[in-house]
């Protein structure tokens, strides 16, 4: 069974840090690019970093750049993002995903496409305020 699972997330009031994992079962999850999601009320699920397998570069939308940093424990199976400076709009559900590319995809909407993902988790929920 494929299955990714999300944890780590919890209540932090503007500025402080919180590190998220995603943890992968039924299959190697170092060979694959893991895509970070999120959704906040009301709004559209949002992709706004990748890790990749083949040389494990991370890319980040304009909004997280320099607060968000992904990482990889392959003994584990499991991808973290560690967040810091974290904002009040930074409050969601935070997924992760794959499609089994080995390669991230562009940071566009296009590249970002919630759909174009098969296999996700069942979120955690950050939120941010004071």
């Known amino acids: 069974q494929v299955q990714l699972v999300e944890s780590g997330g919890g209540l932090v009031q503007p500025g402080g840090s919180l590190r998220l994992s995603c943890a992968a079962s039924g299959f190697t999850l170092d060979y694959y690019a893991i895509v970070w999601f999120r959704q906040a009320p009301g709004k559209e699920r949002e992709g706004f970093s990748c890790?990749?397998?083949?040389?494990?570069?991370?890319y980040y939308i304009d909004s997280v750049k320099g607060r968000f940093s992904l990482s990889r424990d392959n003994a584990k199976n499991t991808v973290y993002l560690q967040m810091y400076s974290l904002k009040p709009e930074d409050t969601a559900v935070y997924y992760c995903?794959?499609?089994?590319?080995?390669?991230?995809?562009?940071?566009?909407?296009?590249?970002?496409?919630?759909?174009?993902?098969?296999?996700w988790g069942q979120g955690t929920q950050v939120a941010v305020s004071s």
């Open positions: 890790i990749s397998s083949s040389d494990e570069s991370t």
């Open positions: 995903a794959t499609n089994f590319a080995q390669t991230c995809p562009d940071m566009s909407t296009a590249g970002l496409w919630p759909k174009y993902y098969d296999y």
